[in-house]
């Protein structure tokens, strides 16, 4: 079944994706994966780090003539600042001239630090850092491939950022370009207009912003996810996608937490049948019954808290000294909520790809097609 490792630091010579389990026959390209990476630096309130951290990509197995072989497809993602940091990141046997012993509040920098006995934070946050999610954005990318095949389109658009909400219908996959288009990535020009008046009010007052995103799914079978076991329940492996996305703290299938003021008479998605279809004139539930896909479209969104690191440096305890200081500061940006919704993509749709190839299997693109194919006519009948 489709799985994957990533391995790498930050400032790394570069960040290594292997994935495993894809059928072969899907088609990839070099150049198709960059313009997905590039997808994952936009938004207004980066800072210039995004402009330099360019992502180089070699395909160093499992793929022949643009096209998936059915053997793992390992990815390297090349750092080009690594020469900048070739002595404070060297592999060889040595130690730092300027430890980090100041951690940052809202980072993994101290309970790493206390976790992996070490006085430099470098040697946490290196791996911690978001950067890790380029390496997941690729593996998210041959996931919406393989989706793809079958007519699934996975996407996302920015609902909130700091205090102000988008309004409006949900956007379909074919608003995809003018959501990229957008400076925040909101497919409502009021709210784009005062997002970044928030954005350029926070960054006046050297602090950071967080937002809300949400991942639309279109195209999916009834079944998807299982209600047999806790671990198989679609909700709660999308839950858990989300949530390892780095400065997520919330998720909510559909409607989730605003349900929960409801009535129950007006919570749930009732049934129809229609044209010989059963259907839903509602999606409350965010297209989840039990643990499985509904069928048609799927929502979810996922909050992310404002970045940790600010202009304004937050009050910590050096651990050399053990006396109060103010944290250090690495380069950052206001805000991250844009490319976070990219980053959401990949987690929701490598968690569909797993769970569709467990149902379908097929060491071939065109057997898994040929599956699912089989699956929606026996559910015509139904």
Request: proline share 4%; glycine share 10%.
């Amino acid at each position: 079944m489709f799985r994957y490792l990533t391995a790498g630091e930050s400032h790394g010579p570069g960040l290594v994706a292997v994935v495993e389990g894809l059928p072969s026959g899907i088609e990839v390209t070099a150049e198709s994966l960059s313009d997905e990476l590039a997808r994952r630096r936009l938004g207004y309130g980066r800072g210039r780090r995004m402009r330099l951290e360019q992502d180089e990509i070699e395909f160093l197995g499992g793929v022949r003539f643009g096209k998936t072989l059915g053997s793992p497809v390992a990815i390297l993602i090349r750092n080009t600042e690594w020469p900048k940091w070739k002595a404070e990141m060297s592999a060889a046997p040595g130690e730092s001239d300027r430890p980090l012993t100041t951690p940052r509040p809202g980072h993994a920098d101290l309970v790493g630090m206390m976790k992996y006995d070490t006085r430099d934070a470098r040697d946490i946050l290196e791996r911690a850092s978001a950067r890790e999610t380029a390496a997941r954005t690729a593996v998210g990318f041959l996931a919406k491939r393989l989706l793809g095949v079958v007519g699934v389109t996975v996407f996302s658009h920015v609902v909130e950022i700091g205090s102000v909400a988008s309004s409006g219908p949900t956007p379909s996959f074919s608003d995809l370009g003018a959501i990229d288009a957008s400076p925040v990535r909101v497919f409502d020009a009021t709210a784009e207009t005062e997002m970044i008046a928030e954005i350029e009010a926070a960054r006046a007052d050297r602090d950071t912003l967080g937002g809300v995103v949400e991942v639309v799914v279109e195209g999916l079978v009834a079944g998807i996810g299982s209600h047999v076991h806790g671990d198989r329940r679609i909700d709660a492996r999308l839950a858990e996608a989300l949530m390892s996305i780095q400065a997520i703290k919330g998720v909510e299938i559909g409607d989730g937490f605003e349900s929960a003021r409801r009535r129950g008479s007006d919570a749930h998605d009732e049934i129809y049948r229609t044209e010989g279809q059963y259907t839903r004139h509602t999606n409350r539930a965010g297209g989840t019954e039990g643990g499985m896909t509904v069928g048609g479209m799927l929502r979810v969104r996922a909050a992310m808290k404002p970045i940790s690191t600010v202009m304004k440096p937050l009050d910590t305890v050096n651990v050399e000294t053990r006396q109060a200081e103010k944290a250090f500061r690495e380069r950052s940006d206001v805000i991250a909520v844009p490319a976070a919704g990219v980053v959401a993509e990949t987690m929701v749709a490598i968690t569909l790809a797993q769970e569709m190839q467990r149902m379908f299997g097929g060491d071939t693109v065109g057997d898994f097609a040929a599956a699912v194919d089989r699956y929606r006519s026996r559910l015509e009948d139904f």
